[in-house]
């Protein structure tokens, strides 16, 4: 076995014995968080433990997931998530939210249109795309913005409420999604309390302007 082999099979055993130790402390946050929520965790070997819980009629899932390009050949960074699938939601209005970076820098050069709201320090920190501008400034309340602007800018929030499709069990179906997350493996507590605090306001605004 040759120095390279060896010295990948180093770097896949660090990562892996890393990933451990995380989800071991995503548990006990998980554990705390599914009685707070009448919730429960779900393991799946190789991956990060997975809260869900119910809210109103949807079901929202929290957890984190390592770097990589889950198959599509784009890379995916690092990320914690609060995410659920509407089950009756407009399937005309979406919409991602991020913190501005050289790639949204690049975006709008391209043709990405930014959307501005009537928020300077708002617009100065995020970039907005929608296919309805009404609707996503109609979204973004006082409240809203006041919570995303809140965020450590350094974990880089995302929000994204996009078509998704997910396979229940039996068929693939397409659904939309509303997606929070942040660009790193998160072993904080309160992060997960903020990223499930923002996806409930979403769902109550997103119900509103139905």
Known sequence: MNI??????????????????????????????????????K?????????IFPY???EIRVSAMSAGNGG?????????????????ASDKHFFTISIKSTQTVIDNLVGFKNIHIDSPEFNDLFFIQS???SFIKGLLTDEIQRKIISFDHKKALEISFQKSKFFNGEVW???????????KISTDEQDYHDLIEM????????????
């Open 199 to 210: 996806t409930i306001l979403f769902y109550e605004q997103i119900q509103k302007l139905k």
């Open 131 to 133: 296919n309805d501008e």
């Open 56 to 58: 109103k009629d949807v």
């Open 173 to 183: 179906i397409e659904k939309p999604k509303l997606n929070v997350k942040i660009h």
């Open 4 to 41: 390279f082999w060896i010295a990948l099979i180093v770097v896949v055993l660090i990562g892996y014995i890393m990933s451990q130790k995380e989800n071991k402390k995503i548990n006990v946050i998980f554990k705390k968080l599914a009685l707070e929520r009448n919730g429960k965790v």
């Open 72 to 88: 599509t050949g784009v890379p995916r960074p690092a990320q914690t998530f609060s995410q659920f699938h509407f089950n009756k």
């Open 43 to 51: 393991h799946v070997f190789g991956y990060y433990s997975q809260l």
